[in-house]
């Protein structure tokens, strides 16, 4: 069982940068594979970026890759997502997540947080 808090988000001008945070429960976080999704008004959770239980491999949405970074240091069961660049349409609330596989799916990631909002303006 694992419990997720992600913390970090706010309001912030385009062009701009955010950490988020994601702070986690439980004893076994180093063996999930860890995620960070977004979900926009009105649109389905989509994902964002994956890292795999050891950090040593990372996976990008094509609309974050080159200005978004996942990483997460076990030692103190915490996940990030550096955001930098930030566009208008990056306005979303944003879930991390911790599953059993290095997938980009929903439907693959077992624990949620409760989400924190970016909001990007221009």
């Known amino acids: 069982q694992v419990q997720l808090v992600e913390s970090g988000g706010g309001l912030v001008q385009a062009g701009g940068s955010l950490r988020l945070s994601c702070a986690a429960s439980?004893?076994?976080?180093?063996?999930?594979?860890l995620g960070w999704f977004r979900q926009a008004p009105g649109k389905e959770r989509e994902f964002v970026a994956t890292?795999?239980?050891?950090?040593?491999?990372?996976d990008y949405a094509d609309s974050v890759k080159g200005r978004f970074t996942i990483s997460r240091d076990n030692a103190k069961n915490t996940v990030y997502l550096q955001m930098s660049s930030l566009k208008p349409e990056d306005t979303a609330v944003y879930y991390c997540?911790?599953?059993?596989?290095?997938?980009?799916?929903?439907?693959?990631?077992?624990?949620w947080g409760q989400g924190t909002q970016v909001t990007v303006s221009s």
């Open positions: 997540a911790a599953g059993s596989y290095y997938l980009t799916s929903t439907r693959d990631y077992d624990y």
């Open positions: 439980g004893r076994t976080f180093s063996r999930y594979v």
């Open positions: 890292i795999s239980w050891s950090g040593g491999s990372a």
